[in-house]
């Protein structure tokens, strides 16, 4: 290979506008990882010019995962081309891809000014603003994509909907089953098993998920598998992702059967789960990103279930359960659910404590310190107007937001300008961008009080925080979403940090930030009322277990 690059770094020094040898050789520099020189051999004009020639080189880029250099070459196409709609839609949509919420805004404007009246620009206008935490002005534009929108579109509008403050029940239960009779296949021939259930020593039991890694599976799955009787189920866990990382690792190590559906096409995918026998199979995706609710809307299993990594009912005829519990859906909730709704009495989210997580010590300056690590997403109006207030009440007190988006400088910028405007000065909101899982639990150490955000409350966020042995100050609302903060605290046996409005909320993130002496004495107690109150693997494991067996009958 060496030989080759070093003829064809020749050959294009020589006659720099050679396109077929300049493609080539970007080709063999990222063959060879050699990124940063691909993208100066890509970015010379004859290259740039030329778009089908442009077209490949951006697709080897994407192809080797060099999604920053991809983006960079688009803004070459676009800085020549200004006119060039395709590059400027690619470029937005690649730039929000990169977390970069400020930069896509503004290749999206430059798309729908373009294009006036084209969708996409719009969305993802749209989706940049919520990103970054405008929510009611991001949905508002989002809200004007929907008449008519396709599949790809409405499902987008499934997960941001639950950003909006003011959603009420009906009105997400309203979205949700017009998309399913929209947008999904309803069921074929009826479902038809090869071998009879009670033929099985063990229920075959099928975990479906794209996200087998570090995340919300990795956080709330784990001790249940470890403690389910294996005498009596055996565990597949089906990944839809090739992707890996260390909690991969671990998931195909708890597993009876590891086994990958990634890239299939959806009767492909249909015809391989049936043929895995299932007698229950848990959605672990919902409608959230990358899920194949489409193929389970027309069967795998004789018993479907929704559960944890979404959020809502998913309004599919064919999914038969939803798992819950009594203080996040209550029997008088006004909740709505096409599946029938099981409420597990040792509650829907079993933590399992991270294996990198350090002691719970404090290791702070003194400083009363409130943070929050959710997505920017979350902090609609109300929540920053409340922190705000919290921060005035509590002089020298300072706030510390953690979020990926958070490493864009103008999200940066944007995010201290909110705070500015209700009088609380960058200094005193400290900043910071995607971190590894270890550095963020470490960073709750000097952290004395978590702010949850309302009306999309936090779950892993908030176990890792209450883990980490900080106060959490949540306010409960009548949505699922509203209600998974306070289930936890409520669980934990902490009702008084449970909030039932904005008001409220300030009023008692200032009474516990008067006593912060106390609960830095107290965070390693706290960490065991964690593991014993919210970390009950084996009764979960049982109440799992009793649920699939009343369900299959």
């Not at 730039?95 to 719009?122: K, N, V």
């Not at 008088?332 to 079993?350: A, H, I, K, M, N």
């Not at 002691?359 to 690590?373: E, K, L, N, Q």
Request: charged letters at 25%; proline letters at 5%.
């Amino acid at each position: 290979m060496e030989r080759t690059i070093e003829s064809l770094t020749a050959a294009v020094a020589a006659r720099p506008d050679a396109i077929a040898e300049r493609l080539a050789l970007v080709r063999l520099q990222l063959r060879a990882g050699r990124i940063e020189a691909a993208l100066e051999t890509a970015r010379h004009a004859s290259l740039v010019d030329a778009a089908p020639a442009l077209g490949e080189a951006l697709r080897d880029f994407a192809a080797v995962q060099a999604f920053a250099a991809h983006a960079t070459l688009l803004g070459e196409r676009t800085t020549r081309h200004p006119d060039d709609y395709d590059a400027a839609l690619a470029l937005a949509s690649a730039l929000h891809g990169l977390g970069r919420p400020g930069d896509a805004l503004i290749a999206a404007e430059r798309a729908h000014a373009l294009r006036p009246h084209a969708r996409l620009p719009r969305e993802i206008r749209a989706t940049a603003l919520i990103d970054r935490g405008e929510v009611e002005k991001g949905l508002a534009l989002f809200r004007e994509l929907l008449p008519g929108a396709d599949a790809a579109t409405a499902a987008r509008h499934l997960v941001l909907m639950h950003y909006d403050p003011a959603a009420t029940n009906d009105e997400l239960f309203a979205h949700l089953e017009s998309f399913a009779q929209r947008h999904l296949p309803r069921p074929g021939a009826p479902f038809a098993r090869s071998i009879e259930r009670n033929t099985r020593q063990r229920l075959r039991i099928g975990w479906l998920s794209p996200r087998f890694a570090e995340g919300p599976v990795a956080s709330f799955l784990p001790g249940l598998l470890r403690a389910f009787d294996r005498t009596r189920h055996r565990h597949l866990l089906i990944s839809l992702q090739p992707a890996r990382d260390d909690a991969t690792a671990r998931f195909e190590a708890l597993a009876d059967e590891w086994i990958v559906l990634a890239g299939l096409n959806d009767a492909t995918l249909l015809q391989r789960l049936r043929a895995l026998e299932l007698d229950v199979l848990v959605d672990l995706a919902g409608h959230s990103t990358a899920n194949r609710i489409g193929v389970l809307a027309q069967r795998v299993a004789p018993v479907q279930v929704s559960w944890l990594d979404w959020f809502d009912t998913t309004a599919v005829p064919a999914m038969d359960a939803w798992i819950s519990d009594a203080r996040l859906t209550p029997a008088d909730s006004t909740q709505r659910y096409s599946e029938r709704v099981v409420r597990l009495p040792s509650g829907r989210f079993c933590y399992s404590p991270p294996g990198v997580a350090p002691p719970p010590t404090y290791d702070g300056d003194g400083t009363i310190v409130f943070a929050s690590f959710n997505r920017l997403a979350k902090l609609n109006a109300e929540v920053v107007a409340t922190w705000a207030a919290i921060l005035r009440r509590v002089p020298g007190s300072r706030l510390e937001l953690g979020a990926r988006l958070l490493g864009d400088e103008a999200a940066r910028a944007y995010t201290h300008e909110r705070f500015a405007a209700r009088g609380i000065e960058p200094d005193r909101v400290v900043l910071h961008g995607q971190r590894t899982y270890g550095a963020l639990l470490a960073a709750y150490r000097s952290v004395d009080i978590a702010l949850d955000p309302f009306p999309f409350s936090g779950c892993t966020t908030t176990c890792d925080a209450l883990y980490m042995g900080a106060a959490v100050i949540a306010c409960t609302g009548e949505t699922f979403v509203s209600r998974q903060s306070a289930s936890l605290l409520e669980r934990l046996g902490r009702e008084e940090w449970i909030a039932r409005d904005a008001g409220d909320y300030v009023e008692r993130a200032v009474a516990v930030s008067a006593h912060v002496e106390r609960l830095r004495t107290m965070r390693a107690t706290q960490r065991r009322d964690v593991v014993t109150r919210l970390c009950d693997a084996d009764a979960q494991a049982r109440d799992f277990a009793a649920a699939f067996a009343e369900l299959i009958g």
